[in-house]
């Protein structure tokens, strides 16, 4: 597990790529392979940890904590607002 596959797997939620469920469900199956290794493994770990319980209300996940997340993986997010297609 790296920081690149973090900060992506991150990314693909925040673009609502992903789900909810399905980024908690890669957290806890990358947390039973245990395959984190090198000079990231205490950062990646703990992320991984901590998106493996995003779907427990007591923890959650916010957006400010995937900015967080991403700043200790090495990258910066910014948001892209758009107007939805006008309707009439």
Not at 12 to 34: F, I, S
Not at 50 to 63: K, Y
């Amino acid at each position: 597990m790296t920081r690149e596959a973090v900060a992506q797997k991150l990314t693909a939620y925040l673009q609502q790529r992903v789900t909810l469920k399905d980024l908690v469900d890669w957290a806890e199956r990358a947390l039973m392979d245990g395959e984190f290794g090198g000079e990231d493994i205490e950062t990646v770990g703990d992320i991984v940890a901590r998106l493996g319980l995003a779907d427990v209300l007591a923890f959650g996940l916010t957006w400010d904590d995937c900015i967080t997340y991403l700043r200790r993986l090495g990258y910066a997010a910014t948001a892209i607002v758009e107007p939805l297609s006008s309707q009439h």
